[in-house]
């Protein structure tokens, strides 16, 4: 079971229509059930900087199954985590704007999201993951 | 002078209907004229490998304004570009499937296309480019 | 749908049964729907630098769809493909022994074996792909 | 003098018992007295993340003789090792899940789990490692 590439560009379209009401251009991806790319789309103006971060925030929610802002609590210095993202090739982020895309409590893939601030991104990947 | 998001989703719909019409899934992607991506699909069914693959074909074809089938007759073993494939940290895609996209003469962008054999990878992309 | 570990570990034993029997030790890998690693066994005396030659040709073998040993005959010099080895960040691998794992039709997974000549690779691959 | 395949296998046997009663799935990973794969299991459902991260686990704990959870708390900000963690191309783990095999106080190998919480993950570990 995964995440299609039909799930893949309605999620990533409520996720821009989030971010035109924010004003803030993003980078949004989408990836399978096996931490693979559907689709990414980059608005204009959006940071180039974030087209890696958006694809890696999403493949760090699947690969963890877990929202990229809490494994980021729990790996920041002195807590648990803190080292995990020289894992996985720098694959890793740590920040606020990756969710998990879940169908009957199972994640079949994630969506991820970067182009602003820490409280933008989560805004518009949480508006992106509510539309799957 | 780029390519927008609205130009990169014009090119990859006509791709598609290209891969359609073929019955072949590709991956389909689309930079702007720094070379980084605006947008990538993945049809239901293409290889998850041509994820990269696509990438790349199109950074290829904007890193030197060329069409990656033209680079790659320039870069087997012999002849003058031959290594040029480990170069930007394999980035570089040397077989058919990365077409630019021109504005006035000038190249603003490019499409790249993974999913099939060559022949099928250039089809496609020759459609995805002649929509933009 | 996706091969699980029971699966990889069967695959894995008649691989290394084959192994043994050709006197030659063997480094073997299964990656599940996604190209993700499930199991990997390196009998005793195999080469350590086939660790990461095995882990990648089962991941090129979903990733593509297809038998290693044929991509690399599609992958040679003047060939459609050549260059794709330098892809996916180096994980491409063109030469005999990865061999993709088929449930009704569908790629589920893959076997990747590397510690001999490409004939004993490729033996000992068909030998575990065949007791999936 | 280096930890076998059969050793390797009665060490990840004895973690994934462990990881059972916790009712955790883990990937579980050791290496050899030269820092190297011998075996790698991932349980149905566990973390694809992790699966990198044992295996670094496994590497670091014989690349420094050391458990991961103690090298761990020498690397924070401010401590003596601070900054190895991206040292050795982004292989070394610095937290819990990664300790010693030894073999008459002599380190001859090594296992690495990743799956859990950092408790989660050292109690497989430890586990794991007394079957040696």
Chains 1, 2, 3, 4 share one sequence.
């Not at 096996?34 to 689709?39: K, M, R, S």
């Not at 995990?84 to 994630?110: C, K, Q, W, Y």
Request: proline share 2%.
């Amino acid at each position: 079971k995964t995440a299609t590439l039909e799930d893949a560009r309605r999620v990533i379209a409520a996720g821009e229509e989030r971010a035109r009401e924010l004003g803030q251009p993003m980078n949004i991806a989408v990836v399978d059930s096996g931490g693979n790319l559907i689709a990414h789309e980059r608005m204009d103006g959006a940071w180039i900087g974030s087209v890696d971060i958006s694809i890696n925030k999403a493949f760090t929610a699947r690969s963890f199954d877990i929202e990229t802002e809490a494994l980021g609590s729990n790996s920041q210095p002195g807590n648990q985590f803190f080292g995990i993202h020289t894992s996985n090739h720098g694959r890793i982020m740590i920040f606020a704007g990756g969710v998990p895309l879940l169908s009957d409590g199972e994640v079949v893939g994630a969506v991820g999201v970067s182009g602003g601030d820490g409280k933008q991104d989560q805004t518009v990947a949480e508006a992106a993951a509510s539309a799957f």
